[in-house]
């Protein structure tokens, strides 16, 4: 089966412009979440999606960050306008409707994002 | 609010040695979820294993194997035969939910297997 499939890989912006990232999941998984992975430190996460609702969005920098989920399948994510502080790598991980055992989280390969 | 606390941000261990990662984590929950997760360095992140909290039964894949305090609120992982390929970040991550809301990873061990 088809893994979480992420793009761009790479993205280099000046701040203050604006940037997207694209996520595909894993066929049939009605959650995804983004995460941000700052160097060095464990993801957090910044969205969670089930299906095209939003579950969790409680630690997205809402003025400037956004989240869509069309159709509950792809999403996109959207900074605008960038600050330096964002440079980090942006992951996309989708999983199964939960419950009992618990479930698992699929990842995809990551964008890395620089500021300068 | 719930934290997760690696507290060895590097680890290095011969090749088909034993190795023992750190986690504790801090909730008021009564059930949850405990993940270990591993991170090579071509960064895809993919589950180790996890462990219930319900469950007394450590959880063990393979090589790898868990040792949950639920009292002193401790899950530590244990690499068995340690390979060249087990070289990665490991993050110890917790859950409250079923549905996976208030997902926290830790900051991380770096683990390095040396031939």
């Known amino acids: 089966e088809a893994g979480v499939a992420q793009s761009p890989r790479y993205k280099i912006i000046e701040k203050r412009q604006s940037v997207a990232f694209w996520c595909n999941p894993i066929?049939?998984?009605?959650?995804l979440y983004w995460y941000q992975q700052i160097l060095g430190q464990g993801p957090k996460l910044l969205i969670q999606?089930?299906?095209?609702?939003?579950?969790?969005d409680s630690q997205l920098p809402k003025d400037r960050f956004s989240a869509e989920r069309l159709k509950g399948v792809d999403s996109t994510l959207k900074i605008q306008p960038a600050k330096l502080e964002d440079s980090a790598v942006y992951l996309c991980?989708?999983?199964?409707?939960?419950?009992?055992?618990?479930?698992?989280?699929?990842f995809g390969p990551g964008t890395r994002l620089t500021v300068t | 609010a719930q934290t997760v606390t690696q507290s060895q941000p590097e680890m290095s261990v011969q090749e088909a040695e034993t190795v023992t990662l750190s986690c504790t984590y801090d909730?008021?929950?009564?059930?949850?979820?405990l993940f270990w997760y591993k991170q090579p360095p071509s960064r895809q992140m993919i589950l180790v294993i996890r462990?219930?909290?319900?469950?007394?039964q450590n959880a063990t894949e393979n090589r790898f194997s868990v040792n949950f305090q639920k009292a002193a609120k401790s899950f530590s992982l244990k690499i068995s035969d340690s390979q060249l390929g087990d070289t990665a970040m490991y993050f110890c991550?917790?859950?409250?939910?079923?549905?996976?809301?208030?997902?926290?990873f830790g900051p991380g061990t770096r683990l390095s297997v040396l031939p």
């Open positions: 991980a989708s999983s199964l409707v939960p419950g009992r055992p618990a479930y698992e989280q699929y």
């Open positions: 066929s049939g998984h009605a959650t």
């Open positions: 999606f089930q299906n095209n609702g939003v579950v969790d």
């Open positions: 909730t008021s929950e009564n059930n949850y979820y």
């Open positions: 462990q219930e909290a319900y469950k007394q």
């Open positions: 991550a917790f859950t409250t939910d079923n549905y996976g809301q208030n997902f926290v």
